[in-house]
């Protein structure tokens, strides 16, 4: 699988954004899909996840009714929706793959991913 992250840009605060990963092959369906954030000298840091499915997701604290993933299937894309953005979020933000099965799958462990796109650069200014 190949994915392919976009949509990341320059934003005030306050702003919103919406990325999009687009991933490469015919099992698409079969994978968990995540984002991950990275900001300068700083570890990669779960974001959000959503079932194979699309029937379940997941967020971290910090993004909880901020942001909301999503995915077509149909169209082998994960998508995530960033609203009212802050500074803090300013970060390379990175989308991966997971074929372990949702209710088995540390949605929070990067190492749980099988494959991760080339990240797309959000920047949110004050």
């Known amino acids: 699988v190949q994915l392919q992250a976009s949509g990341g840009g320059l934003v005030q605060a306050g702003g919103s954004l919406r990325l999009s990963c687009a991933a490469s092959?015919?099992?698409?369906?079969?994978?968990?899909m995540a984002w991950f954030r990275q900001a300068p000298g700083k570890e990669r840091v779960f974001v959000a996840a959503?079932?194979?499915?699309?029937?379940?997701?997941d967020y971290a604290d910090s993004v909880k009714g901020r942001f909301t993933i999503s995915r077509d299937n149909a169209k082998n894309t994960v998508y995530m929706q960033m609203n009212s953005l802050e500074p803090e979020d300013t970060a390379v933000y990175y989308c991966?793959?997971?074929?372990?099965?949702?209710?088995?799958?540390?949605?929070?462990?990067?190492?749980?991913?099988?494959?991760w796109g080339q990240g797309t650069q959000v920047t949110v200014s004050s």
């Open positions: 991966a793959a997971g074929l372990t099965p949702w209710r088995l799958m540390l949605t929070h462990t990067p190492t749980a991913y099988n494959y």
């Open positions: 959503v079932s194979a499915r699309g029937d379940s997701t």
């Open positions: 092959g015919r099992t698409f369906s079969s994978y968990v």
